[in-house]
């Protein structure tokens, strides 16, 4: 059965730094895109980051997070991390990944064309 599973989130202080993992289990990355997505309290799912299959990087829909926020995964193509710097209240949300296989869904905001979603992982910016 294939699973994402997030890990990494927590309560950090404004301009602090966190690194958000999503590990996949029951299948590697050779055929999967990889996303990360947020959701803050009454807010719709926002799309973060995007790695390919080929490892190819882009930003989804928030352009304001492409020079904090970096995607990558590790060699043996089993987890996907997301590090975050300079830490803003605005970014406490619950952060998700999501998987698509192929290129079809490749940079794609939309959550429909994603397979496979992990539980999430709460990520508070307070002091």
């Known amino acids: 059965q294939l699973q994402l599973v997030e890990s990494g989130g927590g309560l950090v202080q404004p301009g602090g730094s966190l690194r958000l993992s999503c590990t996949v289990l029951?299948?590697?990355?050779?055929?999967?895109?990889i996303a990360w997505f947020r959701q803050a309290p009454g807010k719709e799912r926002e799309g973060v980051s995007c790695i390919s299959a080929g490892g190819e990087t882009t930003t989804i829909d928030v352009d304001s997070v492409k020079d904090r926020f970096t995607i990558s995964r590790d060699r043996a193509k089993t987890t996907v991390y997301l590090q975050i710097e300079a830490l803003a209240p605005e970014d406490t949300a619950v952060y998700y990944c999501?998987?698509?296989?192929?290129?079809?869904?490749?940079?794609?905001?939309?959550?429909?064309?994603?397979?496979?979603w992990g539980q999430g992982t709460q990520v508070t910016v307070s002091s």
């Open positions: 999501a998987a698509s296989y192929g290129s079809r869904a490749y940079g794609s905001r939309d959550v429909d064309r994603y397979d496979y």
């Open positions: 029951g299948f590697t990355l050779d055929y999967y895109a």
